[in-house]
């Protein structure tokens, strides 16, 4: 049987279309082997499927492995629905969720008492990755992960001790200039995809108002302002209190953007009207000090895109950062801004030095959106990199990023549901493995995270 996603008009047509009749047996999960609307205290189950058959239905730490199975109505944003999933697998002991709203399938893993994604793809795509699909959640792989189950809990507590040590030096990266235009959203999102791909794990904190890294990393794909979930979970609900709302409560996980994602703290229109009540609050200006700390294991480096101006936002981030990334085109308007951004600069470290916090260590002046151009390369941008360190006494970093078309093109990448056109951005990383035109870009990316990564001292 195929299964056709455009038929599934509300949640139960997810369950009887997908799930029964298409996933379950595709999986190898006879009827005997798995049960719907299982109640367990205060938790109800759509799906739980066993790798063996179960007589009488026992759940328990001596249970056969288990995969929890979600529905949702095609309108839901999977997003929302994380948390829940993440409580029902750690209560229950439960190594893998599945998660879907029949135009995406996602399965999440069990680790310690977290779980991470492992897999997602579209509903259209299920019978192309259904080999794949079957390789995590497949009866015949859950009961061959049963027998070495023990070998594979020692792996995975090697694994997390390695985790935890490499992990503890946590960086975290400002990408700075109070002059808009400069690159600085495409640096942001690009080089956390690049670093990503280098195995380093990566948060990515979105705190300008204007949420261009929120959308440049696939989390707003609604339309109507009614399916607007960033509302009420986002970056300034981090920044209200102390005592509530923290990282792992409000970052989403990038949507299609990355191979492997990254995690997303979002930002929404409405920090806007939030601002003045935040800046009245002097202690809320250290709170993502303290937010960041809380998390300081799970992450090699974090970077956040800040707003192109001077105001508590942009104080914000510089304050919690440990190092400094200036993305600037080299025009003359940016190198006029340099002063001010050194001035800036300055107050954040009087600030940081009340707080017993080193200077923020500038990386350097990233030239970014230059243009490729052969004359303008040999003749004007020897001349504009000189002026960074001889007139503004900044360090220059070596990597350039190049204005190219496939940047715009992968940020502005959409895919069309019924009569529905929604965003679909890609990072350039990715990108660059359906576009041939978009490797060289990746490459100067690559070459920008390999940089970054020797100055802030992670192997």
Not at 160 to 175: D, G, H, W
Not at 286 to 304: F, G, N, Q
Not at 329 to 345: C, R, S
Not at 406 to 425: F, R
Request: hydrophobic share 40%.
């Amino acid at each position: 049987m195929l299964f056709n996603p455009e038929l599934c008009r509300n949640e139960s047509e997810v369950e009887s279309k997908l799930i029964v009749q298409y996933l379950l047996p595709q999986l190898g999960y006879t009827p005997d082997t798995w049960h719907q609307e299982v109640a367990l205290g205060s938790i109800r189950l759509d799906f739980l499927a066993f790798a063996a058959q179960v007589i009488p239905f026992v759940l328990d730490a001596n249970s056969p492995l288990s995969v929890v199975m979600e529905a949702k109505h095609p309108k839901q944003n999977l997003n929302n629905h994380v948390l829940r999933l993440r409580h029902y697998l750690t209560s229950l002991n439960v190594r893998y969720g599945l998660l879907t709203n029949g135009k995406e399938i996602r399965i999440y893993e069990k680790f310690k008492n977290d779980v991470q994604l492992v897999f997602q793809c579209y509903g259209k795509e299920v019978e192309k990755k259904i080999d794949k699909i079957k390789n995590f959640i497949g009866r015949d792989s859950l009961k061959e992960e049963h027998l070495t189950e023990n070998s594979q809990i020692q792996v995975s507590e090697n694994n997390l001790n390695f985790q935890t040590e490499r992990q503890y030096s946590m960086k975290t990266i400002a990408i700075y200039h109070n002059k808009g235009g400069v690159g600085k959203t495409t640096v942001a999102v690009n080089l956390a995809a690049a670093l990503r791909k280098k195995g380093k794990s990566v948060l990515l904190i979105d705190i300008d108002s204007q949420a261009n890294t929120t959308f440049a990393t696939g989390l707003i794909k609604f339309q109507f302002e009614e399916d607007d979930d960033l509302r009420e979970q986002n970056i300034s609900h981090l920044l209200e209190s102390a005592d509530f709302n923290f990282i792992p409560e409000i970052l989403r996980q990038s949507n299609y953007f990355n191979d492997p994602e990254i995690d997303v703290v979002p930002s929404h229109i409405n920090l806007i009207d939030k601002q003045d009540k935040l800046n009245k609050i002097a202690v809320s200006r250290s709170r993502l000090i303290s937010k960041l700390k809380i998390i300081e294991t799970h992450y090699d480096i974090v970077i956040i895109d800040t707003p192109p101006s001077r105001d508590y936002y942009a104080e914000v981030a510089l304050i919690a950062s440990d190092y400094l990334i200036i993305p600037s085109d080299l025009k003359p308007f940016a190198n006029q801004g340099l002063p001010t951004v050194k001035n800036f600069i300055k107050q954040i470290n009087e600030y940081r030095g009340l707080m017993s916090k080193e200077p923020i260590n500038i990386i350097g002046v990233l030239a970014s959106k230059i243009s490729t151009n052969s004359k303008f390369l040999q003749y004007t941008f020897p001349r504009q990199r000189s002026t960074i360190s001889e007139r503004y006494n900044l360090p220059l970093m070596e990597a350039v990023i190049y204005d190219r078309t496939a940047l715009s093109e992968c940020m502005n990448n959409t895919i069309t549901v019924g009569d529905l056109e929604y965003p679909d951005p890609r990072s350039i990383i990715k990108y660059a493995d359906l576009k041939t035109n978009a490797q060289q870009s990746a490459m100067e990316f690559e070459m920008l995270a390999k940089e970054v990564l020797q100055k802030i001292g992670v192997n």
